[in-house]
């Protein structure tokens, strides 16, 4: 077994008189204080951005003060490595010292340090200098003399303070233990784990795509099954679902603090840690640079459409949302929208009927997904720190509407199986009166599950993966087709 493979297995805390220097971001923590500071000026002070240039001009430092002086970070939230965590409190319960030796600023360094009760020293960045590669080496030799420290860190820009360290814990691949250890011993390794296609599909909510399926419905209700229009739709479906993407990662970027709160949303990529804020940037600049344009490519018209639901999701992200009502009318707007955007792409005419149902039908879900999301992060909503702008006992309110409005939309295509409009389209239109009671069965259903707290993340989520909501439409597909035929 090689050296490098063998430190990578836990190893039994050993007595040392040698401290050990931890490093902060990407090794005790799963991201790097400086992109959180900047995600949350771009949540709460959005045109301090523009300072950003200036305070750059005056060195990686002082950005790192002026962002610290106007932001504020739960350091208890942050995504921490266990295993780290746990090796430390190992190593201080055997009398070991530990310094925290980080380049973000004094403040936050100190702040993490007081949460984990662990570190004797902390090292950090001030006003004069970015404590980082050499100039961390340089710190560290002076303090505790040339291999007189061991030193646990995680990237390459460590790999002079190694250098400098009588021994090395890496956080990171076997590249960069190997790097390492031809510098200094290599004590212990902590593999990182990569993200896996799943965690990318994740990060772009690929499951929410199933929602771009609504860009098809116009011309399904209208019959109209010539090829040029479905491919226009399911290129139009492509590029909703890009953009859509794009804005999602922003979101989830945006919503990074309150995500950490929360019981299911912590889990996710970005708030866990498993892809990083730079790359989120990246991805969103990527997908809206591709969906954009080519949306203006393929239709002038879908463009303007997919530009207003891009500023409607990024009013909602950084505002609307913490509007009680408001927020779920607008949810239900985001449905609505990518029917309109079916409509527009292939020039299909929607019904006053179709319009008046989706609308009733879409706020009962939206409101589904509020009314659980309330009710699992119960403990929150009372203290005021769920992020959005409900009380407890808002709940049964939004249970009692949705509810209402769910049933809106059965009486409303009731009316409309009634109505003369159907005869261009079903020569057969009774058996339609059977999609009244399977709608109305499904929206009782999510929210029989709502009330019971088994309904995680949307509705949406559930008809993904519930079997009864299969069959449900494909029965409602078969009753639409027998509609079709005519009678003898």
């Known amino acids: ?134 100039r961390k080496a340089a710190l560290l030799g002076d303090r505790f003399g040339l291999h007189g420290f061991e030193y646990l860190g995680d990237s390459p820009a460590d790999l002079s303070v190694w250098q400098s360290a009588n021994g090395a814990y890496v956080v990171g691949s076997e590249r960069l233990a190997g790097k390492a250890a031809r510098l200094a011993t290599v004590k212990r390794v902590f593999p990182v784990k990569q993200a896996t296609f799943a965690t990318w599909v994740s990060a772009v909510r690929g499951h929410h795509w199933f929602k771009n399926s609504l860009l098809f419905l116009p011309l399904a209700l209208a019959h109209k099954f010539d090829l040029h229009n479905w491919v226009m739709a399911g290129v139009g479906f492509i590029l909703f679902g890009l953009c859509a993407s794009g804005v999602y990662v922003l979101n989830d970027l945006l919503d990074l603090h309150s995500d950490r709160e929360h019981p299911w949303k912590r889990q996710r990529p970005f708030a866990a840690g498993d892809v990083s804020i730079p790359t989120g940037l990246l991805m969103c600049s990527v997908l809206l640079l591709i969906s954009l344009p080519g949306s203006f490519l393929l239709n002038p018209r879908f463009g303007v459409v997919l530009v207003f639901y891009l500023v409607l999701t990024m009013w909602y992200s950084l505002h609307l949302k913490r509007l009680a009502l408001v927020d779920v009318f607008v949810l239900s707007g985001f449905y609505s929208t990518r029917i309109f955007a079916g409509s527009v792409i292939t020039s299909t005419l929607l019904s006053q009927w179709f319009l008046s149902f989706s609308l009733f039908f879409f706020l009962s879900l939206a409101m589904a997904k509020r009314y659980s999301e309330l009710v699992h992060a119960s403990e929150l909503v009372e203290r005021g720190q769920s992020g959005r702008g409900y009380i407890g006992k808002d709940r049964d309110v939004l249970m009692n509407l949705g509810i209402a409005s769910g049933f809106s939309a059965v009486v409303i295509f009731s009316l409309y199986v009634h109505s003369p409009d159907l005869a261009p389209l079903y020569p057969n239109p009774r058996p339609l009166l059977l999609i009244a009671p399977i709608v109305a069965f499904w929206l009782s259903r999510v929210w029989l599950k709502a009330n019971r707290g088994e309904l995680h993340e949307d509705p949406v989520t559930l008809a993904l993966r519930d079997p009864l909501s299969y069959v449900v439409a494909v029965a409602a597909v078969l009753i639409f087709a027998l509609a079709m035929v005519k009678a003898h």
């Open 1 to 134: 077994m090689s050296s490098i493979a063998a430190a990578t297995s836990p190893q039994p805390a050993v007595q040392t008189s040698l401290t050990l220097c931890v490093d902060l971001d990407g090794t005790l923590i799963r991201t790097d204080l400086l992109w959180e500071c900047l995600i949350s000026l771009l949540k709460t002070q959005p045109l301090s951005l523009f300072l950003l240039p200036v305070w750059l001009l005056g060195g990686r430092a002082n950005l790192k003060l002026q962002l610290a002086k106007r932001v504020r970070l739960d350091v208890a939230n942050l995504p921490y490595r266990n295993e780290v965590v746990e090796f430390l409190r190992a190593e201080k319960s055997q009398g070991r010292r530990l310094a925290l030796v980080s380049a973000c600023t004094t403040e936050l360094a100190g702040q993490v340090a007081r949460h984990l009760g662990l570190f004797d020293e902390v090292f950090a960045s001030d006003q004069q200098q970015n404590l980082k590669g050499k």
